[in-house]
């Protein structure tokens, strides 16, 4: 089994943004641990953070001529916005696990609507880093 985890905008500056919402571990730091546990479950995982729309549509399209089996997406604040990141996900049958690191639903209004969670195989969000574990968990249980 094969899961790429894939982190949107300002997701690259974990640890130092917002660190009572967000945090104090670095991306870095996250993606080892996942890593880990990913080793420990058996399961390979590849990991891309991108700022831009468009080179995350590239990763995700790309994945379709891959063998992952399925994606973690924190899409950061596409979440809301993009109905392109949505449909490229939709193009390529590949189910996902929405994530968020905070509870998006006690936040501002703008946060708690997402253009994935409709179309995702599950939704993870308030646990901080671990709901990266989590989903990885499931995907490889679920
Ligand atoms: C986030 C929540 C988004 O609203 C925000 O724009 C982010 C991070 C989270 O993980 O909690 O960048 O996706």
């Known amino acids: 089994m094969k899961i790429l985890f ?3 905008p300002n997701l690259n500056m974990l640890g130092r943004r917002e660190p009572e919402l967000y945090g104090h571990l670095t991306l870095n730091d996250i993606n080892e641990r996942i890593a880990k546990k990913a080793a420990d479950l058996g399961v390979e995982v ?6 831009h729309e468009g080179a995350l549509i590239d990763r995700i399209q790309a994945a379709k001529d891959e063998n992952i089996d399925a994606f973690v997406v924190n899409a950061g604040a596409y979440t809301h916005t993009s109905v392109a990141i949505r449909d490229a996900l939709l193009s390529t049958d ?3 696990i929405e994530v968020h690191l905070s509870n998006i639903f006690r936040r501002e209004k703008f946060r708690n609507s997402s253009y994935l969670s409709d179309i ?3 939704v993870i969000v308030g646990f901080g880093y671990f709901g990266y574990e989590l989903a990885l968990e499931a995907l490889k249980y679920g």
């Open 6 to 8: 894939i982190n949107g």
């Open 46 to 51: 590849e990991f891309y953070q991108s700022n």
């Open 94 to 96: 590949i189910k996902f």
């Open 120 to 122: 995702a195989y599950g």
